[in-house]
């Protein structure tokens, strides 16, 4: 029997995939749906990845991408990206595994239109006592659009002085776009501090009007207040040259969003 035979197709059944295309999952390379990439970070080390990925809808139907991380004691890994690809589905999903006082920093965006449906999963596992994870992810979706995001935080029982926390954002441009959201802790220790937070809604309208007030174009406002909120998961990058240009980036990909 072939490998390939044997894995398992994720259909929206699965937790992890609730949100999921299930038109494109049933069709799509099944391999493709389970393989892994590994990240590798040495005890006390730091490793970064950023990235930026604007596909058009003439690229293949959909994606998967699915890594493994394991941060070693002491280590940091910090992971930035922004997802503006306008395919039929595309889905980013990490799972990392935390050491003792290791670090694991997220800054994610997902910038969609048409009928695009975008997606972050991320699986944070504080095995060793004193590991921190911070997780911030921001959604702008336009047109038919979906943006997703699935966190969950596993703190083991020996995990004590555990920070973990996640913050989950989303702003429709459009009556027609949705976010969905779904966070969860998993939690066996009892010295720890956890927390996540979730709103959905539409641009802040008082603050547009407060901002046109006072002389600013209304175009010019929205787009001020969608920079500043798409800003907050690049917030955390140290160099400010590589926060300042995937920011440019994704504000190209706003300009063709009705703001």
Known sequence: MPETDALERPTTRDEAWRYADSAWLAQAPVDWLNHWGTVDVPPGETKHFNAFHSAGPQASGGSVHRTRVHVGAGGRYEHFEINASHIEYSRIELEVTLEEGAHFE???????????????????????????????????????????????IEVARDAQKTDAAQNFRAILLDRGASANAKPELEIFADDVKCAHGAAIGQLDQAAAYYMAARGIPPEAARKLLVQAFIADALAAIDDRRIADRMLERALEQLDALTL
Request: overall charge positive; glycine content about 14%.
């Open 106 to 152: 997220f800054g994610a965006v997902t910038i969609g239109r048409a009928n695009a449906r975008q997606e972050f999963v991320t699986r944070v596992i504080h095995q060793a006592p004193g590991a921190t994870s911070n997780q911030v992810v921001r959604a702008v979706q336009g047109g038919q659009s979906t943006g997703n995001y699935l966190g969950r």
